[in-house]
């Protein structure tokens, strides 16, 4: 699952005061988490579910045939959170035995008929009602009100589509059906849902009925024959256009609101070729047979991968006009990874989510490597490396295995999601990608349709490898913290010298980094391997002449900070002569904050960069007071205004010579309003404004209505953007 801002799925505490009952939660308290001792195990999961759109209640049936895990036992403690319990009974062939039972509005506790060995199945069928809007539910950061099942709009005067549709991550699921609601739990499923005629239905698996009633209602049916968690099933109902696609001859559906199925394709059409990219990669084929992706209004998050159907947030709808300025491409990847990380092998527990969430986000900045190339493979690594970063305070951070946490929305947060995929990246780079990749499918084919854990991740490594690679794991997983880098670089009498200082808190462990450097010496690259293992330490190399420039951590796995005390000239070089993406965003960045001659150059080769965000903050950045450089970047910025392929970057251009204040640049401003980027138009209304606010006020009136409402949005947003 992914936020809009970060994947924080969270159930947390659920207040049942409509009930009279407060349920407490060891969630408050920062203790030891247990992994949820299996009773019982399920096994099968049938739902029969319509709805009271009115009340805005679920009535449901529910068959779950289950059995004892080891122990022999005559009950089983369910999870149903404030429901209406209208019969519980066994299934004996035919007939249905009543069963004695208690509920707290929170707990499902029965007694079965008789002692139950763990050889033996029985079946427990429940009649209920759920009433999800009567839940007081604290939510998350992300999950904002987990209360398992939402009616949106249901009496049709909102002004926005009428639609069902449940999230399940973490322990939610229980709030619209009875379950054991841990991810430690697999069960296959069978959901038939009853539905207005008029509606389109999905939930997970094979669509394997569709029955027409007499009363405008339809009744269909979808079964899930592999074994997937509770959290992950899923329903959702209302208008949706479905734009039908395939992969390997399966079934890839994508269900939108009719105004935005025209751009399925565009939206989602990558989906097939990650698929294909991601089972390849694994060595194990996409394993669901179908996979559904659906957009939700109202969702409480961003996207959640429910087992072969995963759901959107309403971002993910756009427009062609608006596919120009953004798209959700990272999180149509994350969540698809999840299919296997997280899906096909499941987290055991919340307090392993590294095991869904590190992966998923792993899954993406891959993707962008295989689709756009190492240098785009960079950014995203960069970029989960700056999220991580802001996140902890001198080295301090929570451990990624976090087995002591408050409650589990702690748990989705940067350590698990950002910082849990360099670690990932860093470990692929020390095994080699070979022995990566078969390490990945040696523990998803070993664990498939089960749990998983760090613990097993790593045996599965060590079993292709021959290695041991506990102090790996010891570091990065069951410890926390990272390292900041103190370097200093010298040369003398023929040797250079690296002096090194781990800065972090004293609190902080010292880590053990196996790290690279290149020594750049007359046009020739020398590398050499380093351990660093010390709180200070001094390494000597024999070098024939004084390097032009010292390049440690070539490949930038450190998962961490390095404190490089480099100079404008040194920046410089990088970024002409070792043109990493973190070698020149570093530089761009160094000189954004510099006005020596030497960082306008640095910003003036920003401008021709092949990344559009180093191009932005280049624009930005540059200098125009120098006459010369002023000649030289105007062109460049003109250029990039007029054809850049990249709207973020021509519209920071525009901007950019709109700050000059220059008439001759009218012009421009009033073709960009022309665009069909609202981004790009949205900048030349703001130029406007700046030489001739008379034809800005203009301009923005003749819009069209859906132009004008996008581009009103976007002028606030950067103006406040520019004014912080």
């Given at each position: 699952m992914k936020s809009i801002f970060l994947?924080?799925?969270?159930?947390?505490?659920?207040?049942?005061?409509?009930?009279?009952?407060?349920?407490?939660?060891?969630?408050?308290?920062?203790?030891?988490?247990?992994?949820?001792?299996?009773?019982?195990?399920?096994?099968?999961?049938?739902?029969?579910?319509?709805?009271?759109?009115?009340?805005?209640?679920?009535?449901?049936?529910?068959?779950?045939?289950?059995?004892p895990h080891f122990y022999e036992t005559n009950t089983v403690v369910l999870d149903?959170?404030?429901?209406?319990?209208?019969?519980?009974?066994?299934?004996?062939?035919?007939?249905?035995?009543?069963?004695?039972?208690?509920?707290?509005?929170?707990?499902?506790?029965?007694?079965?008929?008789?002692?139950?060995?763990?050889?033996?199945?029985?079946?427990?069928?429940?009649?209920?009602?759920?009433?999800?809007?009567?839940?007081?539910?604290?939510?998350?950061?992300?999950?904002?009100?987990?209360?398992?099942?939402?009616?949106?709009?249901?009496?049709?005067?909102?002004?926005?589509?009428?639609?069902?549709?449940?999230q399940g991550e973490t322990e939610a699921s229980s709030a619209w059906f009875p379950t054991i609601d841990h991810p430690n739990q697999k069960t296959t499923s069978e959901i038939a849902m009853t539905v207005e005629a008029k509606y389109t239905s999905l939930s997970n698996g094979e669509l394997i009925s569709q029955k027409d009633n007499n009363d405008g209602t339809r009744t269909d049916t979808w079964?899930?024959?592999?074994?997937?968690?509770p959290y992950l099933f899923m329903i959702a109902v209302g208008d949706f256009e479905i734009y039908k696609d395939t992969y390997r001859g399966n079934e890839v559906s994508y269900y939108l609101e009719p105004k935005y199925a025209p751009y399925a394709k565009q939206i989602f059409g990558k989906t097939p070729a990650m698929m294909a990219f991601f089972g390849d990669i694994l060595g194990v084929e996409y394993p669901w047979g179908k996979y559904a992706q659906v957009v939700a209004r109202d969702y409480v998050s961003g996207a959640m991968e429910?087992?072969?159907?995963?759901?959107?947030?309403?971002?993910?709808?756009?427009?062609?006009?608006?596919?120009?300025?953004?798209?959700?491409?990272?999180?149509?990847?994350?969540?698809l990874f999840h299919q296997w990380f997280g899906d096909y092998v499941t987290a055991e527990s919340w307090s392993n989510l590294t095991m869904n969430e590190s992966f998923a986000t792993l899954g993406a900045i891959l993707w962008n490597g295989f689709e756009k190339g190492q240098d785009m493979e960079d950014r995203e690594r960069y970029g989960k490396l700056q999220n991580y970063l802001r996140s902890q305070k001198n080295g301090n951070s929570e451990v990624l295995a976090r087995f002591h946490y408050k409650n589990s929305d702690k748990m989705f947060d940067n350590i698990s999601y950002s910082k849990g995929s360099i670690i990932l990246y860093a470990l692929k780079n020390q095994m080699g990608d070979a022995a990566f990749f078969k390490s990945?499918?040696?523990?998803?084919?070993?664990?498939?349709?089960?749990?998983?854990?760090?613990?097993?991740?790593?045996?599965?490594?060590?079993?292709?490898?021959?290695?041991?690679?506990?102090?790996?794991?010891?570091?990065?997983?069951?410890?926390?913290g990272s390292p900041i880098l103190d370097i200093n670089y010298g040369y003398a009498n023929g040797k250079a010298t690296i002096s090194v200082k781990q800065v972090q808190d004293q609190a902080v462990q010292t880590f053990s980094l196996p790290l690279k450097v290149?020594?750049?010496?007359?046009?020739?690259?020398?590398?050499?391997?380093?351990?660093?293992?010390?709180?200070?330490?001094?390494?000597?190399?024999?070098?024939?002449?004084?390097?032009?420039?010292?390049?440690?951590?070539?490949?930038?796995?450190?998962?961490?900070?390095?404190?490089?005390?480099?100079?404008?000239?040194?920046?410089?070089?990088?970024?002409?002569?070792?043109?990493?993406?973190?070698?020149?965003?570093?530089?761009?960045?160094?000189?954004?904050?510099?006005?020596?001659?030497?960082?306008?150059l640095i910003l003036l080769a920003g401008l021709e960069d092949q990344q559009d965000d180093i191009r932005a903050l280049s624009i930005k950045t540059i200098d125009?007071?120098?006459?010369?450089?002023?000649?030289?970047?105007?062109?460049?910025?003109?250029?990039?205004?007029?054809?850049?392929?990249?709207?973020n970057a021509r519209a920071e251009a525009i901007l950019k010579l709109a700050n000059t204040r220059n008439t001759h640049y009218k012009s421009l401003m009033k073709e960009s309003v022309k665009d069909e980027s609202y981004t790009v138009i949205a900048a030349g209304v703001i130029g406007l404004k700046k030489i001739a606010t008379d034809d800005a006020d203009k301009e923005l009136a003749d819009l069209d209505e859906d132009t004008k409402i996008h581009v009103t949005k976007l002028i606030k947003k950067i103006n406040k953007k520019n004014n912080k």
């Open positions: 994947k924080c799925a969270v159930f947390s505490l659920v207040l049942l005061t409509s009930l009279g009952i407060k349920a407490q939660s060891t969630d408050d308290i920062s203790v030891y988490r247990v992994t949820p001792t299996k009773e019982s195990d399920l096994i099968n999961t049938k739902l029969d579910v319509s709805f009271d759109y009115a009340n805005r209640y679920l009535y449901g049936k529910a068959w779950l045939t289950l059995s149903a959170k404030g429901m209406d319990i209208n019969e519980i009974s066994i299934v004996d062939g035919a007939n249905n035995i009543p069963l004695k039972y208690t509920y707290d509005n929170w707990k499902l506790s029965i007694t079965l008929n008789r002692i139950y060995k763990n050889t033996e199945d029985y079946t427990v069928f429940i009649n209920y009602t759920a009433k999800p809007d009567e839940l007081k539910v604290k939510g998350g950061k992300a999950i904002t009100n987990a209360k398992g099942l939402y009616f949106i709009n249901p009496d049709g005067k909102a002004g926005k589509p009428v639609q069902i549709w449940t079964k899930m024959s592999l074994p997937h968690a429910n087992t072969s159907a995963t759901l959107h947030g309403a971002q993910v709808q756009k427009t062609e006009r608006e596919l120009l300025d953004s798209n959700h491409e990272n999180t149509i990847a994350h969540e990945l499918n040696n523990y998803l084919t070993t664990n498939a349709f089960k749990t998983g854990e760090s613990h097993q991740l790593r045996l599965a490594m060590e079993e292709v490898t021959g290695k041991d690679w506990s102090p790996y794991f010891n570091q990065w997983y069951f410890n926390g290149d020594f750049y010496v007359n046009g020739n690259k020398m590398r050499k391997d380093i351990l660093i293992n010390k709180r200070a330490q001094d390494f000597s190399f024999d070098i024939a002449s004084e390097p032009d420039f010292i390049d440690l951590d070539p490949d930038k796995i450190l998962v961490g900070q390095i404190i490089d005390n480099k100079d404008i000239s040194d920046y410089l070089y990088q970024y002409k002569k070792v043109p990493s993406y973190y070698n020149r965003i570093e530089a761009v960045k160094f000189a954004a904050k510099d006005k020596s001659p030497e960082a306008q125009l007071s120098d006459r010369k450089i002023k000649k030289e970047a105007l062109k460049s910025i003109l250029d990039i205004a007029k054809n850049d392929i990249k709207t």
